[in-house]
């Protein structure tokens, strides 16, 4: 089953879950889908990377835990970009020159962040951890396949592909509006190393170190809560 359809059915089981929970605490617990925008790059020597759009699909829910702090958890779909400069040392297609090399990276996320209301249901801080499971950061377009990446000799763009497929991140943000309706922005560092798994591929290796690459990315979304 695809990160896609996992994500979908997962949300179709939890939404129907709450349905059902809502009608016993339906003055403290808030259901809600959530859509945006996001930007990611990697935090990495060994690469040269470009920052690279895509978006942002959740189901959640908001529940008053203690006073000013509620919980919040749910699920959500994640598709980015990343670019990594790249050469085509055939030179037939670009003449030798270097370029980015765009990559696609699915993922879904399990969330359970805490709150603090600043403002009850208008303004709230957000933070906590995210688990994260994704498929092979794949390249977007065929053809780039054989590019050798900037500081190797023979590492091509093809080699790199299967990165971990199970990171940690800590998450924190800031939501504002209404009650139903709020905007939310929210950082997302990865604490894991997303290119461990490459240091145990039988490919062409850093010089005098190792892979290592941690993702920064930024989700600017819009929440509406039933």
């Known amino acids: 089953m695809s990160l896609r359809n996992l994500f979908f059915v997962t949300i179709s089981v939890l939404f129907f ?59 959500s779909f994640v598709q980015t970009e990343i670019g990594i400069l790249g050469r085509d040392i055939t030179g037939e297609s670009n003449n030798g020159l270097s370029q980015y090399v765009d990559y696609v990276l699915q993922s879904a996320q399990i969330n359970l962040l805490g709150s603090f209301n600043i403002i009850n249901d208008r303004l709230s801080i957000e933070f906590g951890p995210v688990l994260n499971v994704n498929g092979k950061m794949k390249l977007k377009r065929n053809g780039f396949e054989n590019y050798v990446l900037r500081g190797y000799e023979n590492l091509t763009a093809e080699q790199i592909q299967n990165v971990s497929r199970v990171n940690l991140h800590a998450a924190a943000g800031i939501t504002a509006g209404l009650e139903n309706f709020r905007l939310s922005a929210q950082y997302q560092y990865g604490a894991t190393n997303l290119f461990n798994r490459l240091n145990d591929l039988d490919i062409e290796q850093p010089a005098n170190s190792k892979f290592e690459g941690n993702t920064g990315t930024l989700i600017f979304a819009v929440v509406v809560y039933f």
């Open 17 to 75: 879950q709450n349905i059902s929970a809502q009608h016993n605490f339906e003055q403290s617990n808030h259901l809600g889908i959530t859509g945006g925008l996001t930007f990611l790059n990697i935090e990495t020597s060994n690469f040269e990377t470009e920052q690279g759009e895509g978006y942002f699909l959740a189901f959640t829910t908001r529940g008053a835990f203690y006073d000013a702090f509620d919980l919040i958890y749910g699920i």
